[in-house]
């Protein structure tokens, strides 16, 4: 099947897959298989203001924020950063 909506993504490199596990990263780069629906995004688009970073919606003004993302995809905003270059 046929599906214009979906998207596959690669599998993560063996070299990173422990990386991405140390920093509870695995779950999100094991996603496979997006679907995505181009008339929200197009939606989205028009009703997006850069000038406030917001969504305007008739109900009012609307933003994502860090812990949205932390919630929807399970991840954990605590602890260090990851920055710069890995070396083991």
């Not at 028009?46 to 109900?59: A, G, I, K, M, S």
């Not at 009012?60 to 890995?86: H, K, N, S």
Request: proline share 9%; glycine share 6%.
């Amino acid at each position: 099947i046929i599906c214009s909506y979906c998207h596959s993504m690669p599998e993560p490199h063996p070299l990173i897959v422990p990386i991405l596990e140390e920093v509870d990263f695995s779950g999100v780069a094991n996603l496979r298989h997006l679907k995505v629906d181009h008339a929200l995004i197009t939606a989205l688009v028009e009703r997006w203001r850069p000038e406030t970073h917001t969504f305007h919606f008739p109900t009012g003004e609307c933003t994502i924020t860090l812990e949205d993302v932390a919630l929807q995809l399970g991840l954990r905003v605590d602890g260090l950063p990851v920055i710069g270059p890995f070396v083991r």
